[in-house]
């Protein structure tokens, strides 16, 4: 079994200080949680980032300013930026975090309820993400709120528009998307096809049971205040830090050694 990726979403965008004053919003707090996590294990960072209000931005600047300090302060460390953004911004608002040349960034591949929302990925605005990527050399991972959205990532790499190691990320338990339980994660895993790597990131109370499945299964695992704002039942987790220490904990108390930045970029064939 491959050694663990843990990537670690610090921040995402629909969290805010009033659902935790944990959540790290300014580029310094950014940075300084993604470096406490890198300490602890991730190996990668899935980045958003916000405006000097908190609010989320796809704000090419601010992208490249925080991608910068965290290559220095985080070294090897792997770069994802979001390009799924909020739910209200348009596809041309949500590339602009790819001009900050990260070593990967993440492609949702198909449209999800999101709560009262719809997280709107069209086909032929996948298509124009995974063109703009390939162009840039920039490695997509597949966003898979549903099984279908599998499909799609599959019919990218049919049409040319994908090629080189395929990596997904499951998030399971949004209100909307897939239900988070062991079945439907199997069946996932089982529409892959041979070669490709995959993560889980359960969402809410679903972080830890999936992270422990996923271990178990020779997966990989998503975790941060983005997908999960406690460390246990009716406790905030003070940083993204603890969640990585806690992944961590249970995947040595099961015997599954943490891959580091350098055994990461390995497993998913990135350039160091
Ligand atoms: N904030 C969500 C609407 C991604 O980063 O690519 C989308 C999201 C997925 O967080
Ligand atoms: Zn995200």
Known sequence: MDKLIITVAVCGAEVTKQHTPYIPVTPEEIVQQSYEAFLEGASIVHLHVRDENGNPTQNAEI??????????????MIVQVSTGGAVWMTAEER???????????????GTVNFGNDVFMNSIPMIERFAEEMKKRNIMPEFECFDMGHIT???NLVKKGLVHGHLHFDFVMGVPGGIAANGRNLIAMVDNLPAGATWSVAGIGRHEFPMAAMAIAMGGHVRVGLEDNIYVKKGELAKSNAELVKKVVKIAREIGRDIASCQEARQILNLKE
């Not at 992208?63 to 070294?75: A, N």
Request: glycine share 4%; hydrophobic share 40%; net charge positive.
């Open 95 to 109: 590339l602009q975090s790819l001009e900050s040349d990260p070593d990967m960034a993440t492609l949702t591949t």
């Open 152 to 154: 799609n990532a599959l």
């Open 63 to 76: 992208f490249k300013k925080v991608v910068t300090m965290i290559r220095e302060k985080c070294r090897g």
